[in-house]
């Protein structure tokens, strides 16, 4: 089973933005993400289209189970 930890901000612009972080540790909690957003909102590291993060709107962790019928 793969997992997905979903990380979505708007930009100052309003631009909805989503990082990935692939196969997250067990034992997140919503206080310890919600702190990692903020920290990644205040570091100011990612631009997109000229407008840094600037609000977190949620995260959360999606799974997904992949069945391999055939390899070729």
């Given at each position: 089973m793969a997992k997905v930890l979903q990380l979505n901000f708007s930009t100052?612009?309003?631009?909805?933005?989503?990082?990935?972080v692939d196969e997250p540790r067990v034992d997140l909690t919503a206080s310890a993400v919600e702190t990692a957003m903020q920290?990644?909102?205040?570091?100011?590291v990612f631009i997109v289209e000229g407008s840094p993060l600037e609000t977190s709107k949620g995260a959360r962790i999606v799974e997904r189970n992949v069945?391999?019928?055939?390899?070729?």
């Open positions: 100052a612009a309003g631009k909805k933005v989503m990082l990935t920290e990644i909102i205040a570091s100011g069945t391999e019928l055939a390899q070729g």
